[in-house]
């Protein structure tokens, strides 16, 4: 059975670096592309960045570009979001999802997600 469980969300300062985890069980990580993804409270699910299954291509949203690093782990079949430099905007639940193939997709491409994270910055 394919499951995804994040880690690692918490409340931090403004500025402050969070990295969240995704840990993957029931199927060969390195098979998938991997999205992380948020949603903020009273707004829609968005995007934030995305790793191919052999880890050499990422993309970004350009609102967290430069502050975001997303990086795999074949061997732990973990896949891990650093985020540094983080502002209150960026409070929301970060989820992890998967896709069974070598690129990264659009959100409905992605056929197994996580439960979530909670992440808040505030002072």
């Known amino acids: 059975q394919l499951q995804l469980v994040e880690s690692g969300g918490g409340l931090v300062q403004p500025g402050g670096s969070l990295r969240l985890s995704c840990a993957a069980s029931g199927f060969t990580l390195h098979y998938y592309a991997i999205g992380w993804f948020r949603q903020a409270p009273g707004k829609g699910r968005e995007g934030v960045s995305c790793i191919n299954s052999n880890g050499e291509s990422t993309a970004y949203a350009d609102s967290v570009k430069g502050r975001f690093t997303i990086s795999r782990d074949h061997a732990k079949s973990t896949v891990y979001l650093q985020m540094n430099s983080l502002k209150p905007e960026d409070t929301a639940i970060y989820y992890c999802?998967?896709?069974?193939?070598?690129?990264?997709?659009?959100?409905?491409?992605?056929?197994?997600w996580g439960r979530g994270t909670q992440v808040t910055v505030s002072s």
């Open positions: 999802a998967a896709v069974s193939r070598f690129f990264c997709g659009l959100e409905p491409d992605y056929t197994d």
